[in-house]
């Protein structure tokens, strides 16, 4: 997953981005492939259980949960680094406008100092 980061030209230099995402989304799915229906039927009190994918019997339904909670997710993650994407760079203009700025006074200072 790192490469995808460097085909993209993100920094990410302790890969920590891809490292964690990837492990938390295989851990996801994990579950939802391997989950053994004891284990199920400890954890949850009910009359119906779901279990992984893989074992006999299984409707596939915890992996499909398993699959829509990563996408999910992915989204929010998506959609709140392209709104602090657009807020750094808003605010990188704002840098850029009021170093701009001074500069230009700091210019004009120069100019009615000689002049």
């Known amino acids: 997953m790192c490469w995808v980061f460097l085909k993209l030209k993100i920094d990410d230099p302790l890969s920590a981005a891809p490292m964690h995402g990837w492990c938390g ?24 259980y779901h279990h992984g994918a893989f ?36 605010e990188v203009l704002r840098g850029l406008r009021s170093v701009q ?5 700091e210019c004009r200072r120069v100019v009615q100092e000689k002049g």
Do not use: H, M, N
């Open 25 to 48: 989304a295989w851990a996801c799915f994990f579950v939802g492939l391997l989950a053994k229906p004891e284990y199920i039927r400890q954890s949850y009190d009910r009359t119906e």
């Open 55 to 90: 074992y006999p019997g299984s409707s596939g339904r915890l992996f499909a949960s398993q699959v829509r909670s990563v996408q999910e997710v992915l989204q929010g993650s998506a959609g709140e680094c392209y709104k602090r994407g657009a807020e750094s760079v808003q």
């Open 101 to 105: 700025e001074s500069a230009t006074r």
